[in-house]
């Protein structure tokens, strides 16, 4: 019975392979202290309002000044406060247990990191690597790591994410991130926001009227200009800019999968 288990095992992951699907895609790692955050930002999150972010926001390591456009209420107790525009609790390092946040960006810089340093994987034999050159509009993408060493847009029509509750899918892209106005991001197949990663180097920019789905890690600044929406987060390493628009943080759970073995999990 062992020896038949070992052949079926052997059997799904050549047939995995065969597939083109990522064997061992696992979830970036936020960490417990970045994951309490829907918006956590090292030198400002502005707002034009009205804005509605469902979920805690930070600033880290600048200080509350840096968070305008919400017109905050400091708490009490000086460890929080709390805007009209937030659904949850506002903190900075200025205030009582600011210091705490040092952890969180720590865990922010470790899982852009992380999402950075993936190797590209492979649909059917073809590597992931600038994918149409970029414009991923349009398209529907299975779980897996899609390189781009150019700007990735989303302006040729609305993108896809197919997969399980499980799948992981990573974009990776040493320039911007751009979507135009009016497009949505779309999950399909039981595929989750908390399961897509774009690692940004540059800028991430979401147009007017658009939608995204998934955790933007990035280097530089994050914008989300009038009407559009994230269900996701955001982990910018500069700032946060948000224009009337609506944020709503996805849950965090890191549990590691092996793909193309339906069901088992790695601990």
């Not at 847009?153 to 751009?178: P, R």
Request: charged share 15%; with cysteine.
């Amino acid at each position: 019975m062992m020896n038949l288990n070992l052949f079926l095992l052997t059997v799904a992951v050549m047939v995995s392979a065969v597939n083109g699907t990522s064997i061992n895609v696992k979830p970036v790692k936020l960490g417990n202290a970045a994951g309490d955050f829907a918006i956590l930002a090292k030198t400002g999150i502005s707002t034009v309002p009205k804005s509605t972010v469902t979920g805690n926001i930070a600033v880290s390591p600048i200080t509350s000044a840096a968070i305008t456009g919400f017109s905050l209420i400091i708490d009490s107790s000086d460890t929080f406060a709390t805007s009209t525009q937030v659904v949850g609790k506002v903190k900075a390092s200025d205030y009582t247990e600011g210091s705490n946040l040092i952890t969180a960006v720590g865990q922010m810089k470790d899982a852009y990191n992380d999402a950075a340093g993936r190797d590209t994987t492979a649909t059917n034999g073809i590597d992931n690597l600038n994918l149409g050159g970029g414009e991923i509009g349009g398209t529907t993408l299975t779980s897996g790591v899609y390189t781009f060493d150019v700007d990735v847009l989303i302006t040729n029509g609305d993108l896809t994410f197919s997969g399980n509750a499980t799948d992981v899918f990573i974009i990776q892209t040493s320039k911007n991130v751009k979507q135009a106005g009016s497009t949505s991001v779309i999950l399909s197949g039981g595929a989750k926001a908390e399961n897509i990663f774009w690692q940004v180097a540059q800028e991430v920019v979401v147009a007017a009227g658009s939608h995204l789905e998934g955790v933007i890690l990035c280097q530089t600044g994050v914008k989300f200009i009038t009407g559009s929406s994230l269900n996701g987060r955001i982990f910018s390493q500069t700032a946060v800019t948000l224009q009337m628009a609506t944020i709503t943080q996805t849950p965090y759970t890191y549990t590691e999968t092996r793909r193309g073995l339906r069901g088992l999990q790695v601990a």
